[in-house]
């Protein structure tokens, strides 16, 4: 209960400004595409030199709970998800938003993440030296056998073939082999210098995801033959909170993955939105209506990213290991303020972990209300003539492309996946799976490569993968996860129709 | 008239002379740029920032230095950047780990050598170390090179990556001990190595002297030897390789520095090497640095001219038995 004794130093008008400005910043540029968690916090390190610790840190806190959540924004509105934690979002979230229910997707979304996100921080409050072993409890082996669990979700990303989404799983996985090897360095398929880093997964995201729609507002042209016009719906936010308590069993599912996942270095914040969405649609009643449109598609996806925030940062404040990219920026700013994360960090300065810990807490609960506040608002982006909008989004997704790294480089790499990912949707194909190969590819490639150096040097390559209880639990989740994939798609065949299928 | 003109002729000359001479007077006019090849949050990426922040000030180089992170294939993606597409103007700075870069250009599949860059100035040095788990049997190197004798090829061992500084130290460990070793390199860099080290996924691990002293101080290893020609005053009661017996130099010794690409004008060149070093021997700076436990080590540009070339004779021997 300590954090509470700590509770009053958030309260201070300077913390709370920075509380604030961290919250209202973040969010701002987490829904800007382009712009992860992880540049985000690391554009606020510089403010931070010139503050006390504790105030920096409590800026960078604030500023990495709401970056997560304001990336919901972009993959709603735009279907630009900000990160690969937002993936899963546009699933739903944008259908919802064409459909005119942008603003009970948004609302839903902060509603979700606050909650998700609140459990995540109380579990870093509460469990972290439990957490710590499970977070070092994810060797090779299990990483592997994680990421071949990730690839069993295409199934269900795609919900109108399972051939196509396994086929376009194997295009991103051929995408991730693109430049130099993590582990020997080997060049691979470098045909442009715009590849010689490999395929950088901001701009694959921006281009996968946003250009299509962009080309087929083109098509459409100025006045268009099918110009619907879409009533922005009012959604009043009581309504989002019953929502949301009415499909508990989504915000359970989504808050419970991304809270265990979310520990997991290096794989965690990646795809616990992506494996949320896939669980709760395999458990939900209404599991057809995924990816039309359905409220609990969003608070999975939302309450999972969310609830990653604090578990993740477990390994780097008890271990001293920065789990994620974004936990080696916050890294960066202790150290630069001398304080060394580690077991003593809780009882050394306490006055500067417990503030920054509290100012997540209070950080989500200001992310969720200036996110409702905006949310009705800025739902009326769907009546933006497409002309327009196509112009719009088109910008941004140069802009949130280049900046990533100020390189050409990858606008081109985005303009190219872009163009070609609108000619395999014509063929019924979806960005979602090519996506989670391009993500998965290196963490299952770098990880079995690992593993098996390891392996050879010591026990074996069979011994090596296939003991333990953790290898065994995700090797048989992995077995059900396909088995449940292939006696959906022949339920489906035998009793319906082609068109209930693709609906 | 006509001595209006030959003045006139005279004055324009002698302006366009010195403007010649010159050149960059004024240099820097505008905000400059250092490229870092690792991502934020990163070793390099943390100490780039802290050495450059007092860049603005008068006596420094009077503009901001802004970070720029170009990140992948251990550094490779950015190098090869600053050396074929970034503009030799002064304005672009490049930050070089060696002997990453100068391995991975001996080693081949990159557009640069150390011909592609000019060394301005060296800000850190950061020594390998070997450690392993808090709870490990081993207590020494004479104890982890005795279990390798026994299982040839069956100790296993974490680093950042290959053709890295963690790697060159390893090579240099097989061959000053005469043993066959399993050098295990991760693909989430300095952190990921440790991480596994930690876990006991591996018997030990090479890491950075800094990463290494903090994870000391978190109680989760034990460091039992520096690969460095002195002992570190960070960690001064862990004896180097060369106290137990084996003849390793400074070859691994990680030196991060700044360089601008070659064909950067001469003056724009001997302005930075005069400037920088002071820049980093900032009091503020040294007290940042040595509050996030980064070792300094302030060389100029010759001394560093030097050490490159050191460096490419060392390691040409080093990697041609790979």
Same mark, same amino acid.
């Given at each position: 209960?300590?954090?509470?004794?700590?509770?009053?130093?958030?309260?201070?008008?300077?913390?709370?400004?920075?509380?604030?400005?961290?919250?209202?910043?973040?969010?701002?540029?987490?829904?800007?595409?382009?712009?992860?968690?992880?540049?985000?916090?690391?554009?606020?390190?510089?403010?931070?030199?010139?503050?006390?610790?504790?105030?920096?840190?409590?800026?960078?806190?604030?500023?990495? /709970?709401?970056?997560?959540?304001?990336?919901?924004?972009?993959?709603?509105?735009?279907?630009?998800?900000?990160?690969?934690?937002?993936?899963?979002?546009?699933?739903?979230?944008?259908?919802?938003?064409?459909?005119?229910?942008? =603003?009970?997707?948004?609302?839903?979304?902060?509603?979700?993440?606050?909650?998700?996100?609140?459990?995540?921080?109380?579990?870093?409050?509460?469990?972290?030296?439990?957490?710590?072993?499970?977070?070092?409890?994810?060797?090779?082996?299990?990483?592997?056998?994680?990421?071949?669990?990730?690839?069993?979700?295409?199934?269900?990303?795609?919900?109108?073939?399972?051939?196509? !989404?396994?086929?376009?799983?194997?295009?991103?996985?051929?995408?991730?082999?693109?430049?130099?090897?993590?582990?020997?360095?080997?060049?691979?398929?470098?045909?442009?210098?715009?590849?010689?880093? !490999?395929?950088?997964?901001?701009?694959?995201?921006?281009?996968?995801?946003?250009?299509?729609?962009?080309?087929?507002?083109?098509?459409?042209?100025?006045?268009?033959?099918?110009?619907?016009?879409?009533?922005?719906?009012?959604?009043?936010?009581?309504?989002?909170?019953?929502?949301?308590?009415?499909?508990?069993?989504?915000?359970?599912?989504?808050?419970?993955?991304?809270?265990?996942?979310?520990?997991?270095?290096?794989?965690?914040?990646?795809?616990?939105?992506?494996?949320?969405?896939?669980?709760?649609?395999?458990?939900?009643?209404?599991?057809?209506?995924?990816? /039309?449109?359905?409220?609990?598609?969003?608070?999975?996806?939302?309450?999972?990213?969310?609830?990653?925030?604090?578990?993740?940062?477990?390994?780097?404040?008890?271990?001293?290991?920065?789990?994620?990219?974004?936990?080696?920026?916050?890294?960066?700013?202790?150290?630069?303020?001398?304080?060394?994360?580690?077991?003593?960090?809780?009882?050394?300065?306490?006055?500067?972990?417990?503030?920054?810990?509290?100012?997540?807490?209070?950080?989500?609960?200001?992310?969720?209300?200036?996110?409702?506040?905006?949310?009705?608002?800025?739902?009326?982006?769907?009546?933006?003539?497409?002309?327009?909008?196509?112009?719009?989004?088109?910008?941004?997704?140069?802009?949130?492309?280049?900046?990533?790294?100020?390189?050409?480089?990858?606008?081109?790499?985005?303009?190219?996946?872009?163009?070609?990912?609108?000619?395999?949707?014509?063929?019924?194909?979806?960005?979602?799976?090519?996506?989670?190969?391009?993500?998965?590819?290196?963490?299952?490639?770098?990880?079995?490569?690992?593993?098996?150096?390891?392996?050879?040097?010591?026990?074996?390559?069979?011994?090596?993968?296939?003991?333990?209880?953790?290898?065994?639990?995700?090797?048989?989740?992995?077995?059900?996860?396909?088995?449940?994939?292939?006696?959906?798609?022949?339920?489906?065949?035998?009793?319906?129709?082609?068109?209930?299928?693709?609906? | 008239?006509?001595?209006?003109?030959?003045?006139?002729?005279?004055?324009?000359? =002698?302006?366009?002379?010195?403007?010649?001479?010159?050149?960059?007077?004024?240099?820097?006019?505008?905000?400059?740029?250092?490229?870092?090849?690792?991502?934020?949050?990163?070793? /390099?990426?943390?100490?780039?920032?802290?050495?450059?922040? /007092?860049?603005?000030?008068?006596?420094?180089?009077?503009?901001?230095?802004?970070?720029?992170?170009?990140?992948?294939?251990? !550094?490779?993606?950015?190098?090869?950047?600053?050396?074929?597409?970034?503009?030799?103007?002064?304005?672009?700075?490049?930050?070089?780990?060696?002997?990453?870069?100068?391995?991975?250009?001996?080693?081949?599949?990159?557009?640069?050598?150390?011909?592609?860059?000019?060394?301005?100035?060296?800000?850190?040095?950061?020594?390998?170390?070997?450690?392993?788990?808090?709870?490990?049997?081993?207590?020494?190197?004479?104890?982890?090179?005795?279990?390798?004798?026994?299982?040839?090829?069956?100790?296993?061992?974490?680093?950042?990556?290959?053709?890295?500084?963690?790697?060159?130290?390893?090579?240099?460990?097989?061959?000053?001990?005469?043993?066959?070793?399993?050098?295990?390199?991760?693909?989430?860099?300095?952190?990921?190595?440790?991480?596994?080290?930690?876990?006991?996924?591996?018997?030990?691990?090479?890491?950075?002297?800094?990463?290494?002293?903090?994870?000391?101080?978190?109680?989760?290893?034990?460091?039992?030897?520096?690969?460095?020609?002195?002992?570190?005053?960070?960690?001064?009661?862990?004896?180097?390789?060369?106290?137990?017996?084996?003849?390793?130099?400074?070859?691994?010794?990680?030196?991060?520095?700044?360089?601008?690409?070659?064909?950067?004008?001469?003056?724009?060149?001997?302005?930075?090497?005069?400037?920088?070093?002071?820049?980093?021997?900032?009091?503020?700076?040294?007290?940042?640095?040595?509050?996030?436990?980064?070792?300094?080590?302030?060389?100029?540009?010759?001394?560093?001219?030097?050490?490159?070339?050191?460096?490419?004779?060392?390691?040409?021997?080093?990697?041609?038995?790979?």
């Amino acid at each position: 209960m300590e954090f509470l004794f700590y509770m009053g130093d958030v309260f201070t008008p300077i913390n709370f400004g920075l509380l604030l400005l961290g919250t209202i910043g973040g969010l701002i540029l987490g829904a800007t595409p382009g712009l992860s968690p992880t540049m985000t916090v690391a554009l606020m390190i510089p403010f931070t030199f010139k503050l006390e610790p504790q105030q920096g840190l409590i800026l960078l806190g604030a500023a990495y /709970t709401s970056t997560v959540a304001g990336g919901a924004v972009s993959a709603i509105l735009l279907k630009i998800p900000g990160a690969p934690a937002n993936i899963a979002t546009t699933l739903d979230g944008h259908t919802m938003a064409q459909k005119g229910e942008g =603003a009970k997707a948004l609302q839903l979304s902060f509603i979700a993440s606050a909650i998700g996100g609140l459990f995540g921080v109380f579990l870093l409050i509460f469990l972290t030296p439990v957490l710590a072993q499970w977070a070092l409890a994810f060797g090779p082996s299990e990483l592997f056998w994680l990421a071949i669990l990730g690839v069993t979700v295409i199934g269900t990303l795609d919900s109108s073939s399972v051939v196509k !989404g396994l086929l376009s799983g194997c295009i991103g996985l051929w995408l991730a082999t693109i430049g130099f090897d993590d582990i020997m360095g080997a060049q691979r398929f470098i045909f442009h210098s715009s590849v010689s880093g !490999g395929i950088n997964v901001i701009p694959a995201l921006i281009g996968l995801f946003a250009i299509p729609q962009v080309i087929t507002m083109f098509a459409k042209g100025p006045k268009g033959t099918d110009a619907e016009i879409i009533v922005v719906q009012h959604h009043p936010i009581g309504k989002a909170f019953n929502e949301i308590f009415s499909r508990k069993r989504a915000l359970a599912i989504g808050t419970a993955i991304g809270s265990v996942i979310g520990l997991i270095p290096g794989v965690g914040g990646q795809i616990a939105g992506l494996v949320a969405y896939d669980q709760s649609k395999k458990m939900s009643s209404e599991s057809a209506k995924f990816g /039309t449109g359905h409220p609990e598609g969003v608070i999975a996806a939302e309450s999972a990213n969310n609830a990653m925030v604090g578990p993740s940062l477990v390994p780097l404040l008890t271990l001293s290991i920065p789990g994620s990219p974004t936990a080696a920026v916050l890294l960066g700013g202790l150290l630069i303020h001398g304080i060394f994360p580690g077991p003593t960090l809780f009882t050394q300065y306490p006055q500067v972990v417990w503030p920054f810990i509290n100012s997540m807490l209070i950080g989500q609960i200001l992310m969720c209300v200036f996110g409702l506040l905006i949310a009705g608002w800025a739902a009326n982006v769907a009546r933006v003539p497409p002309a327009v909008m196509a112009a719009v989004v088109l910008g941004l997704a140069v802009f949130g492309s280049y900046s990533v790294q100020h390189s050409m480089g990858d606008v081109y790499v985005m303009a190219s996946l872009g163009l070609g990912m609108f000619f395999l949707e014509r063929f019924g194909f979806s960005a979602a799976p090519l996506v989670l190969g391009l993500i998965l590819g290196p963490i299952a490639e770098a990880n079995f490569m690992q593993g098996a150096m390891i392996a050879n040097a010591t026990v074996g390559q069979m011994a090596y993968f296939f003991t333990g209880w953790l290898n065994w639990l995700l090797i048989l989740i992995v077995v059900a996860s396909i088995g449940y994939s292939i006696w959906m798609e022949l339920r489906q065949r035998r009793y319906t129709t082609k068109e209930d299928a693709q609906a | 008239m006509r001595n209006w003109i030959a003045g006139a002729v005279i004055a324009l000359t =002698a302006m366009a002379g010195t403007a010649m001479a010159d050149g960059h007077g004024d240099y820097p006019e505008r905000p400059i740029m250092l490229m870092v090849s690792y991502g934020a949050g990163g070793a /390099t990426d943390f100490q780039a920032r802290i050495v450059t922040m /007092t860049a603005g000030n008068e006596d420094a180089l009077n503009m901001p230095v802004a970070i720029l992170n170009k990140s992948g294939a251990g !550094g490779r993606v950015g190098w090869n950047w600053l050396a074929t597409q970034a503009e030799a103007d002064g304005y672009t700075l490049g930050a070089y780990n060696v002997p990453h870069f100068i391995a991975q250009s001996i080693e081949g599949g990159v557009d640069y050598s150390t011909d592609s860059f000019e060394p301005i100035a060296n800000w850190g040095a950061d020594p390998a170390v070997f450690v392993v788990a808090a709870d490990s049997k081993f207590n020494s190197m004479s104890d982890v090179i005795a279990y390798a004798t026994d299982n040839p090829g069956g100790l296993t061992f974490s680093g950042a990556g290959l053709f890295v500084g963690h790697h060159i130290a390893a090579l240099q460990l097989e061959k000053a001990a005469g043993v066959e070793l399993a050098y295990i390199p991760n693909n989430a860099g300095g952190a990921g190595a440790m991480r596994a080290v930690i876990a006991g996924e591996v018997l030990g691990g090479v890491n950075n002297l800094s990463d290494a002293f903090r994870a000391r101080e978190a109680g989760t290893v034990k460091i039992l030897g520096v690969f460095d020609l002195e002992r570190n005053a960070f960690i001064d009661d862990v004896p180097t390789m060369m106290e137990q017996g084996y003849e390793i130099d400074n070859a691994s010794v990680n030196y991060r520095g700044v360089m601008v690409p070659a064909g950067t004008p001469q003056p724009i060149i001997d302005h930075l090497a005069a400037v920088v070093p002071t820049m980093f021997e900032n009091g503020r700076v040294a007290s940042r640095m040595e509050a996030g436990g980064s070792p300094m080590h302030i060389m100029n540009r010759e001394e560093v001219l030097e050490m490159w070339a050191q460096r490419q004779v060392t390691l040409e021997a080093l990697l041609a038995d790979l």
